[in-house]
Nanobody, 119 residues
Framework: VQLQASGGGLVQVGGSLRLSCTRS????????INWYRQAPGKQRELVAAIGTGGSNTYSESVKGRFTVSRDNAKNTVYLQMNNVKPEDTAVYYC??????????????WGQGTLVTVSS
């Protein structure tokens, strides 16, 4: 499983940005994806997730501002970031957790994309 995150960049406070996470290296659909972020000097935190059935969850810090969606035809999950704040500055990673039929748990990460919010 290979995940490619993209779409980061410099955005002003109050602006918008859309991140993408595309799965490659498999004929399977992208499925459930988690979005994490890691700000300088801080631990990586989960900010949003989309389940296989389309259910979404968000951290309190981004709820109402970020939206996660999926395009199965493009095998891509998006993180739409609106009304961004300086504290949204971080490297954003997409993540996928999978369990094999034998019960082995695997975890895959995209390479990260940097979002910088300027005031």
């Amino acid at each position: 499983v290979q995940l490619q995150a993209s779409g980061g960049g410099l955005v002003q406070v109050g602006g918008s940005l859309r991140l993408s996470c595309t799965r490659s290296g498999s004929t399977d659909t992208i499925g459930a994806i988690n979005w994490y972020r890691q700000a300088p000097g801080k631990q990586r935190e989960l900010v949003a997730a989309i389940g296989t059935g389309g259910s979404n969850t968000y951290s309190e810090s981004v709820k109402g501002r970020f939206t996660v969606s999926r395009d199965n035809a493009k095998n891509t999950v998006y993180l739409q970031m609106n009304n961004v704040k300086p504290e949204d500055t971080a490297v954003y990673y997409c993540n996928k957790k999978m369990t094999t039929r034998s019960g082995e748990r695997n975890e895959y990460w995209g390479q990260g994309t940097l979002v910088t919010v300027s005031s």
